[in-house]
C-alpha cells in the first residue's frame, strides 16, 4: 500500500507543485462601488414590487366592489389596498434614504 501511496506521490506531486496555471476570479457583481450595488439591489426590488403592487390594489378594489354589503369583505379589502400602498411608501422611503446617505457619506 505505501508502495502504491508513494508512486501516486511521484507521478502526480510534481505536476501539483510545478503547475503555472493562472487563476483568475471575475467580479460576479460587476461592480466596484458599494452604492452602485445597494442602488442595483433596490432597482430590482423596485422593478419587482411595483407590478405586484398593482395588481394588490386592484385586487383590493374587486373586493370591495364585489363585497355587496360583506362588512369582512370590504375590511379585507381596505386592509389589502392600505398594506400595499405602505409597502410602496416604504419601498421608495428606502431608495430616497440610500439617496441621502450616498449623498452625505461621499
Excluded at 467580479?27 to 407590478?51: D, E, G, K, Q
Excluded at 355587496?68 to 411608501?89: D, F, M, P, W
Amino acid at each position: 500500500m505505501q508502495k502504491i501511496f508513494f508512486l501516486f506521490l511521484n507521478i502526480f506531486l510534481p505536476k501539483l507543485v510545478l503547475a503555472q496555471t493562472i487563476i483568475a476570479f471575475t467580479n460576479p457583481l460587476r461592480t466596484s462601488n458599494f452604492w452602485v450595488l445597494v442602488n442595483n439591489i433596490l432597482n430590482i426590488i423596485f422593478t419587482v414590487a411595483l407590478p405586484i403592487v398593482i395588481i394588490l390594489i386592484i385586487s383590493g378594489a374587486i373586493l370591495i366592489v364585489t363585497a355587496a354589503g360583506n362588512e369582512r369583505q370590504i375590511t379585507l379589502g381596505k386592509n389589502c389596498i392600505i398594506y400595499s400602498l405602505v409597502g410602496l411608501s416604504l419601498i421608495l422611503m428606502s431608495k430616497g434614504i440610500m439617496g441621502l446617505l450616498a449623498y452625505l457619506l461621499r
